[in-house]
């Protein structure tokens, strides 16, 4: 199941994409004009939804000892295709495999050998799995860059305070901090929409506080320091915000 993502965490996987080793939650805050703690906290979801499934490190096998790098193109059947995509990962020498939703050149295997006689052991090891290969290739070079469509966009001057979309531009959804003194600090959800702090459509969704993420009730406590998540189909007033942000 596909997990919703939006416009801001397009854009963090977009420069973890690009350069994750060298790339700190405030370097990706400045570019998308977030705050850190709010990089931080969707890196952390986005891991948690399997969304972002690791960090690898690109290795030139050629420069290391002068090792060789091998694709291979592989078939099976649909119904083992997944059982024998892990079996060969078993195989000393295979560091990637690929389904691919094809009949034919479904598996597609990357083996890293000591020299041609390696490659044709481990091509030896593949077949003796029942899985055919197709075609091979050597690998000489391999080129990666971040998905174009999650990246930097035009658009309007934002709001700091939102992450999401200007106020005047009718935004639905902003994050924002608990400040000292905030009128909504220290009350129940409940007791801020009883007393009219908050308009009835107007909803917390989410409370990220020190390092959990906490999904509100009417019975939650709004603290200093709560970093908030709210939504409004109808946009987010300035009277509204100020229930949160004292000022």
Request: include cysteine; proline fraction near 4%.
């Amino acid at each position: 199941m596909s997990q919703r993502i939006d416009e801001i965490d397009e854009q963090i996987l977009y420069y973890l994409t690009q350069e994750a080793r060298h790339t700190s939650a405030p370097d990706i805050a400045e570019k998308v004009d977030v705050s850190a703690p709010t990089v931080r906290n969707r890196i952390r979801r986005l891991e948690e939804e399997g969304v972002i499934v690791g960090y690898h490190a690109h290795v030139n096998y050629e420069r290391a000892n002068g090792l060789l790098t091998n694709l291979f193109l592989c078939s099976t059947s649909a119904t083992d295709r997944q059982e024998m995509a892990q079996r060969v990962l078993e195989i000393p020498g295979i560091i990637n495999v690929r389904e691919v939703m094809t009949g034919k050149g479904d598996l597609g295997i990357k083996a890293v050998g000591t020299d041609t006689d390696d490659l044709t052991r481990i091509a030896q090891d593949i077949t003796t799995l029942g899985i055919e290969i197709d075609d091979e290739a050597l690998i000489h070079r391999e080129y990666f860059r971040p998905y174009a469509q999650f990246g930097p966009r035009e658009r309007e001057p934002i709001s700091p305070v939102t992450g999401v979309a200007g106020l005047a531009g009718g935004a639905n959804v902003i994050e924002v901090v608990v400040n000292d003194g905030a009128p909504i600090a220290g009350r129940t959800l409940q007791e801020a929409n009883e007393s009219g702090l908050i308009p009835s459509d107007v909803l917390v969704v989410r409370i990220d506080r020190e390092d959990r993420a906490i999904t509100p009730t009417g019975e939650t406590v709004i603290k200093q320091g709560d970093f908030v998540t709210i939504h409004s189909r109808s946009g987010i007033s300035e009277g509204t915000l100020e229930v949160f942000t004292g000022s």
